[in-house]
């Protein structure tokens, strides 16, 4: 599969090599830093994409491939607890995605959250920047229910807008269902979300959480990536949103999320 042209530039605002450098080593030890907003000019998101971008790099020089990507602060609630009105993105790669049934091992983990979400794969490359809702249906080879483990490298979680964004919208791993389901004909905005933790019912949603529709979320996405000539590639995925608040992870806990039309998901964690 291609991999996501890195070559663009990355604009000189103070800060970003060392932030950058801070996540990586972060992201390696598994051991949290302070807020990286600190280290870069107030609410400059193009600084904190730089910085995300560089570690993208790191990644793929170190052998890692890029599998797709995520939507981030899809929640009305979530947007304005963080002064926002848009989503974010990060990027995916493969070494992130857990088999669903499996247990994970803690050790991969720093402070981990789980949330529910519906998965898409593609099937087409999306570079159009102007790309329509009908073209993004053609594109789409399958949707599934996902469960998405975020994890910050930032400590206890002491983030803003700048924060998250730098460090790769906390992206930790992903847990895809197994069952490929078409998106034609189904009511994403209207599908009910359950997502249990060691059997008990911890958080739920419907689709319309996500910025009103999963697909509006998968839209925005491939015209941002398209626009910043970084396409959604075909056989990518695509995580498009949490349907409800996410849950904190403990170890040797088991999650299961059920969506309606799609089915299941689940993963479980070790003792540590």
Same mark, same amino acid.
């Given at each position: 599969?291609?991999?996501?042209?890195?070559?663009?530039?990355?604009?000189?605002?103070?800060?970003?090599?060392?932030?950058?450098?801070?996540?990586?080593?972060?992201?390696?030890?598994?051991?949290?830093?302070?807020?990286?907003?600190?280290?870069?000019?107030?609410?400059?998101?193009?600084?904190?994409?730089?910085?995300?971008?560089?570690?993208?790099?790191?990644?793929?020089?170190?052998?890692?491939?890029?599998?797709?990507?995520?939507?981030?602060?899809?929640?009305? #609630? @979530?947007?304005? +607890?963080?002064?926002?009105? &848009? =989503? %974010?993105? !990060?990027?995916?790669?493969?070494?992130?995605?857990? *088999?669903?049934?499996?247990?994970?091992?803690?050790?991969?983990?720093?402070?981990?959250?789980?949330?529910?979400?519906? #998965? @898409?794969?593609? +099937?087409?490359?999306?570079? &159009? =920047? %102007?790309? !329509?809702?009908?073209?993004?249906?053609?594109?789409? *080879?399958?949707?599934?229910?996902?469960?998405?483990?975020?994890?910050?490298?930032?400590?206890?979680?002491?983030?803003?807008?700048?924060?998250?964004?730098?460090?790769?919208?906390?992206?930790?791993?992903?847990?895809?269902?197994?069952?490929?389901?078409?998106?034609?004909?189904?009511?994403?905005?209207?599908?009910?979300?359950?997502?249990?933790?060691?059997?008990?019912?911890?958080?739920?949603?419907?689709?319309?959480?996500?910025?009103?529709?999963?697909?509006?979320?998968?839209?925005?996405?491939?015209?941002?990536?398209?626009?910043?000539?970084?396409?959604?590639?075909?056989?990518?995925?695509?995580?498009?949103?949490?349907?409800?608040?996410?849950?904190?992870?403990?170890?040797?806990?088991?999650?299961?999320?059920?969506?309606?039309?799609?089915?299941?998901?689940?993963?479980?964690?070790?003792?540590?």
């Amino acid at each position: 599969m291609p991999q996501h042209d890195m070559t663009d530039a990355v604009p000189d605002a103070p800060g970003v090599t060392e932030a950058a450098a801070l996540l990586h080593e972060a992201s390696r030890t598994r051991s949290p830093i302070a807020p990286v907003r600190t280290l870069l000019p107030a609410g400059d998101l193009a600084a904190a994409y730089a910085v995300q971008r560089l570690n993208t790099r790191r990644v793929i020089a170190e052998g890692g491939r890029v599998s797709g990507r995520k939507i981030g602060l899809t929640s009305a #609630a @979530v947007q304005q +607890q963080l002064g926002v009105d &848009q =989503p %974010d993105y !990060g990027t995916l790669y493969a070494h992130m995605e857990c *088999a669903a049934g499996d247990t994970v091992a803690w050790s991969r983990l720093i402070q981990p959250k789980c949330e529910a979400e519906v #998965a @898409v794969v593609l +099937q087409r490359d999306l570079a &159009q =920047p %102007d790309l !329509g809702l009908a073209e993004l249906l053609r594109a789409i *080879a399958y949707v599934l229910p996902a469960l998405e483990i975020v994890d910050s490298r930032i400590a206890d979680w002491d983030i803003r807008l700048t924060d998250t964004v730098a460090d790769n919208a906390s992206c930790g791993l992903y847990v895809l269902g197994t069952t490929p389901v078409s998106p034609l004909g189904l009511e994403l905005d209207l599908v009910g979300m359950t997502l249990a933790r060691n059997g008990d019912l911890v958080s739920h949603g419907v689709g319309a959480a996500c910025l009103g529709h999963p697909m509006a979320a998968a839209l925005w996405l491939a015209r941002r990536m398209a626009a910043l000539d970084t396409p959604l590639r075909a056989g990518e995925v695509v995580l498009t949103g949490a349907l409800g608040p996410m849950v904190p992870v403990a170890p040797g806990d088991r999650f299961e999320a059920r969506i309606a039309g799609l089915g299941r998901v689940g993963i479980a964690f070790d003792t540590a």
